[in-house]
């Protein structure tokens, strides 16, 4: 749809998967990202809300100079801007000034500006790329696929399971709290794997839980070995007796996770093609 110069089309996809997918196509237009504003991360930092928005300034010199060299002004409107966010009900969208409207503010007509309409259709194919319907590109793939294309200095944008997420660090660590950090993900997948277990196992035996809440948070002791701690919250709901209540306890420790953890783990890395 269009809305005063305005153009703004829906995206079918989670708003960190649009917000990677309109990285890649900037990239493979070969134009330059010149800023990054996460506008929900700087509400945050205010103690204030705001749904996922975020601003990506961007163009090509070769594209902007001969629009200023016929219109000096057009420099208030350069670099261009695409602006992806989330509306209250969850949709994702994308959102564009028409650059049509650089030269009708001005009392031009765009027909006597040519490289308005190359910029117009650069930003419609941009657009296009970004809500439609083909897989981003990778050079690699697999169960968990990482890439550095968040809107913050260190978000990485994180594809595993059919979904898309920010990872991120807090302000303290030089990040923007667009998500949860890499431990707070281990700490996520011990209670994840953790409920599981003790679900399929209740189930299994016939057994009446009801609810299962597990906390896990993640320490460092430089002094103790190993250094990282996770310590885990577990609580079950249900009419459980003491000795079902104990056998749960016990299974939590056979989550793959936990053995994981626990028995620590071979990194084999190798150059991506």
């Known amino acids: 749809m269009t809305d005063a110069g305005l153009v703004t089309l829906a995206s079918p996809h ?112 941009i657009a296009a790329a970004v809500v439609g319907d083909e897989p981003l590109a990778s050079p690699l793939a697999g169960p968990a696929v990482v890439h550095d294309k968040g809107p913050g200095r260190i978000q990485a944008q994180v594809s595993t399971g059919g979904q898309s997420f920010f990872a991120d660090e807090p302000a303290t660590a030089g990040g923007g709290s667009a998500g949860p950090s890499p431990h707070d993900l281990l700490a996520a997948a011990l209670a994840a794997c953790t409920t599981m277990t003790l679900r399929l196992y209740a189930d299994r035996k016939a057994w009446p839980l009801e609810r299962i809440h597990v906390a896990v948070d993640h320490h460092r002791e430089p002094d103790a070995a190993p250094q990282d701690l996770f310590r885990r919250r577990i609580a079950l709901a249900g009419s459980l007796d003491s000795a079902q209540s104990e056998r749960l306890m016990q299974i939590a420790d056979r989550c793959p996770v936990h053995r994981t953890l626990a028995a620590g783990a071979r990194i084999e890395t190798e150059a991506g093609a």
């Open 14 to 125: 989670a708003f960190a998967d649009t917000a990677a997918r309109l990285e890649a196509a900037l990239d493979g237009a070969g134009l330059t990202v010149f800023a990054r504003i996460d506008h929900a991360a700087g509400a945050r930092a205010a103690g204030l809300e705001l749904r996922p928005t975020l601003l990506l300034i961007f163009g090509d010199a070769k594209a902007g100079t001969p629009l200023m060299q016929a219109l000096p002004t057009a420099g208030l409107d350069l670099p261009l801007k695409l602006l992806v966010w989330e509306d209250d009900a969850g949709a994702v969208h994308l959102t564009y000034a028409d650059p049509v409207s650089i030269a009708t503010g001005r009392g031009r007509a765009s027909g006597e500006l040519p490289v308005i309409a190359r910029l117009g259709d650069a930003l419609e194919g």
